[in-house]
Nanobody
Framework: QVQLVESGGGSVQAGGSLRLSCAASGRSFSSYYMGWFRQAPGNEREFVAR????????YYADSVKGRFTISRDNAKSTVYLQMNSLKPEDTAVYYC????????????WGQGTQVTVSS
Protein backbone atom coordinates (compact mmCIF):
# COMPACT_ATOMS: atom_id res chain seq x y z
CA GLN A 1 0.00 0.00 0.00
CA VAL A 2 1.29 3.47 -0.88
CA GLN A 3 2.12 5.64 2.10
CA LEU A 4 3.41 9.21 2.31
CA VAL A 5 4.53 10.37 5.75
CA GLU A 6 5.51 14.00 6.40
CA SER A 7 7.77 15.13 9.23
CA GLY A 8 9.88 18.11 10.25
CA GLY A 9 7.20 20.67 10.98
CA GLY A 10 7.32 22.93 14.01
CA SER A 11 7.35 26.51 15.24
CA VAL A 12 9.93 29.05 14.14
CA GLN A 13 10.35 32.82 14.20
CA ALA A 14 10.13 34.89 11.04
CA GLY A 15 13.35 34.67 9.06
CA GLY A 16 14.11 31.19 10.33
CA SER A 17 14.33 27.87 8.49
CA LEU A 18 12.77 24.41 8.56
CA ARG A 19 13.23 21.29 6.46
CA LEU A 20 10.23 19.07 5.83
CA SER A 21 10.58 15.42 4.85
CA CYS A 22 8.17 13.11 3.02
CA ALA A 23 8.95 9.41 3.27
CA ALA A 24 7.37 7.61 0.30
CA SER A 25 6.79 3.86 0.29
CA GLY A 26 4.66 1.17 -1.34
CA ARG A 27 5.83 1.42 -4.95
CA SER A 28 8.34 2.95 -7.31
CA PHE A 29 7.73 6.66 -7.89
CA SER A 30 9.93 6.91 -10.99
CA SER A 31 6.89 7.82 -13.12
CA TYR A 32 5.51 10.40 -10.65
CA TYR A 33 5.63 14.06 -9.78
CA MET A 34 6.02 14.61 -6.04
CA GLY A 35 4.39 17.77 -4.76
CA TRP A 36 4.13 19.90 -1.64
CA PHE A 37 0.89 21.72 -0.84
CA ARG A 38 -0.22 23.80 2.13
CA GLN A 39 -3.47 24.86 3.72
CA ALA A 40 -3.96 27.62 6.28
CA PRO A 41 -7.10 27.88 8.45
CA GLY A 42 -9.98 29.30 6.41
CA ASN A 43 -8.03 29.09 3.16
CA GLU A 44 -8.08 26.73 0.21
CA ARG A 45 -5.25 24.27 -0.23
CA GLU A 46 -2.55 25.75 -2.46
CA PHE A 47 0.33 24.40 -4.48
CA VAL A 48 3.83 25.07 -3.16
CA ALA A 49 6.35 23.06 -5.21
CA ARG A 50 6.79 19.87 -7.22
CA UNK A 51 9.63 17.69 -8.43
CA UNK A 52 9.75 15.01 -11.11
CA UNK A 53 11.13 11.95 -9.38
CA UNK A 54 13.02 10.78 -12.46
CA UNK A 55 15.40 13.55 -13.48
CA UNK A 56 14.58 15.96 -10.67
CA UNK A 57 13.08 18.88 -12.61
CA UNK A 58 11.35 21.35 -10.28
CA TYR A 59 8.62 23.98 -10.29
CA TYR A 60 7.64 26.49 -7.59
CA ALA A 61 4.77 28.75 -6.70
CA ASP A 62 5.69 32.43 -7.05
CA SER A 63 5.07 32.98 -3.34
CA VAL A 64 7.93 30.68 -2.32
CA LYS A 65 10.34 30.96 -5.26
CA GLY A 66 13.81 31.88 -4.07
CA ARG A 67 13.06 30.86 -0.48
CA PHE A 68 12.01 27.20 -0.70
CA THR A 69 13.86 24.31 -2.36
CA ILE A 70 12.37 20.91 -3.18
CA SER A 71 14.65 17.89 -3.59
CA ARG A 72 14.61 14.11 -3.38
CA ASP A 73 16.90 11.31 -2.24
CA ASN A 74 16.40 8.25 -4.43
CA ALA A 75 18.13 5.86 -2.04
CA LYS A 76 15.97 6.95 0.90
CA SER A 77 12.74 7.33 -1.13
CA THR A 78 12.30 10.70 0.54
CA VAL A 79 11.28 14.14 -0.75
CA TYR A 80 12.40 17.28 1.09
CA LEU A 81 11.23 20.85 1.27
CA GLN A 82 13.90 23.22 2.57
CA MET A 83 12.18 26.41 3.74
CA ASN A 84 14.32 29.49 4.35
CA SER A 85 13.45 33.10 5.18
CA LEU A 86 10.11 31.98 6.56
CA LYS A 87 7.28 34.49 6.87
CA PRO A 88 4.15 34.45 9.06
CA GLU A 89 2.06 33.92 5.91
CA ASP A 90 3.85 30.59 5.41
CA THR A 91 1.98 29.26 8.46
CA ALA A 92 -0.08 26.26 7.34
CA VAL A 93 -0.39 22.50 7.37
CA TYR A 94 1.97 21.18 4.69
CA TYR A 95 1.04 18.08 2.70
CA CYS A 96 3.09 15.77 0.50
CA UNK A 97 1.38 14.29 -2.59
CA UNK A 98 2.16 12.10 -5.62
CA UNK A 99 0.85 12.52 -9.19
CA UNK A 100 1.47 10.05 -11.99
CA UNK A 101 2.95 11.60 -15.14
CA UNK A 102 0.21 12.42 -17.63
CA UNK A 103 -2.57 12.34 -15.02
CA UNK A 104 -4.26 15.59 -13.98
CA UNK A 105 -4.83 14.90 -10.28
CA UNK A 106 -2.68 13.92 -7.30
CA UNK A 107 -3.53 10.35 -6.36
CA UNK A 108 -1.78 9.93 -3.01
CA TRP A 109 -1.61 12.27 -0.03
CA GLY A 110 0.11 12.34 3.34
CA GLN A 111 -1.46 13.36 6.64
CA GLY A 112 0.29 16.72 6.83
CA THR A 113 2.68 18.46 9.20
CA GLN A 114 2.09 21.81 10.91
CA VAL A 115 4.39 24.76 10.25
CA THR A 116 3.93 27.87 12.40
CA VAL A 117 5.90 31.06 11.79
CA SER A 118 5.69 33.84 14.38
CA SER A 119 6.60 37.48 13.85
Amino acid sequence: QVQLVESGGGSVQAGGSLRLSCAASGRSFSSYYMGWFRQAPGNEREFVARIRWSGGSTYYADSVKGRFTISRDNAKSTVYLQMNSLKPEDTAVYYCAAQRLGVSSYEFWGQGTQVTVSS
